[in-house]
């Protein structure tokens, strides 16, 4: 995995040594608004981050590529993800503290990662699936470019009832 800077934002490679930063950034209750809960202990969190470090799941079928978010005053603010599958299709997911919501930072970050993808860990299909109610998300996938999903592949992601999934093949223009 690279760092990748744009400008603004660095997305550096997660590593168990970014556990201490994370936690307050994902102790927001905000964030939680819609599914999952914070890490129950850093030291849960700092184990987490140490399994997610081999980049692999226990198959080697999958590549699990993390980011964190950070800023140019070097604060973390979250991070970006992505499980990479040998068809290229990569299933996202991104998280930003409450305090950085609706600065363009979550969407530059994600269209810098999916960049980061297709150039370098040759995805070129993207998925995200998230709670319907979650009117955020769903606006920022759609500025990316990304569409509903046919309720074939919403069954074939593992959506459940009160969930949405969203695809992107990948288009050039995002990868400027």
Known sequence: MRVVKIPGLRLEPQTNFHADEMFVVLSDPAIYEYENTPPESLAWLRNRFVRLESRRSADGNEAWL?????????????????????????????????????????????????????????AQYFSAVLKRENFRSSGLLKRLGFTPASAKQAISFGCEADEIAYVLECAEDLLE
């Open 66 to 122: 993390n980011w964190v978010i950070r800023l140019p005053n070097h604060a973390l603010i979250g991070y970006v993800q992505a499980t990479v599958y040998a068809d290229g299709r990569a299933a996202i997911a991104y998280i930003l503290n409450s305090a950085h919501w609706g600065h363009g930072l979550a969407r530059r970050s994600v269209q810098a990662m999916i960049t980061e993808l297709a150039t370098h860990h040759q």
